[in-house]
């Protein structure tokens, strides 16, 4: 069971003139997928903020996967893909490609979607919408890859082309 963090993006969550659906149904999600959810968090959209809550998730914490939602639009003030670059040392293009490839099954609007998904040390960042359903679908499409990848990225032996783990060092 790999460890999880969920953090809320949203100035209207943070000054407390909103509820917060996304990040609730997310951790619901995580926790049904296996995960141990052992952090959340509510975050204004302000770069430096985002930046300071997931590093401390993966340097401090050691969370092996920070889920992010809100923040991702075309909104000047939707800065949560900035923030996530801006702290990840290597990043997977191939989880957001899946996502909006996911999405556009829906809606052609998937297109205007932002995420980004990086790894910083051993934890693996992920930026889902803010809207509680594209939130719920995009986590979806990726999650039962995340585990195999997560048990790479934490040092366990995987053979790729089994979902079978072989062993840890």
Known sequence: ????????????????????????????????????????????????IIGKEL?????????ALVVTTGGTGFSPGDVTPEATIAVCERMAPGIPEAMRAE????????????????????????????SPKAAGENLMAV??????????????KRDCASTEVTGVD
Do not use: W
């Not at 995340?146 to 934490?154: A, P, S, T, W, Y």
């Open 55 to 63: 590093a401390k998730c993966a340097d401090e914490l050691d969370i």
């Open 1 to 48: 069971m790999f460890s999880a963090a969920v953090i809320t993006v949203s100035d209207k969550g943070y000054a407390g003139e909103r509820e917060d659906l996304s990040g609730p149904l997310v951790k619901e999600l995580l926790v049904s997928g296996g995960y141990e959810v052992i952090h959340t968090a509510m975050v204004p959209d302000e770069k430096q």
């Open 103 to 130: 999405s556009l099954k829906i809606t052609n609007r998937a297109i205007l979607t932002r995420e980004q998904a990086g790894i910083r040390g051993g934890t693996l960042i992920v930026n889902l919408p803010g």
């Open 143 to 156: 999650l039962p890859a995340l585990d195999h990848g997560l048990g790479i990225l934490r040092g366990e």
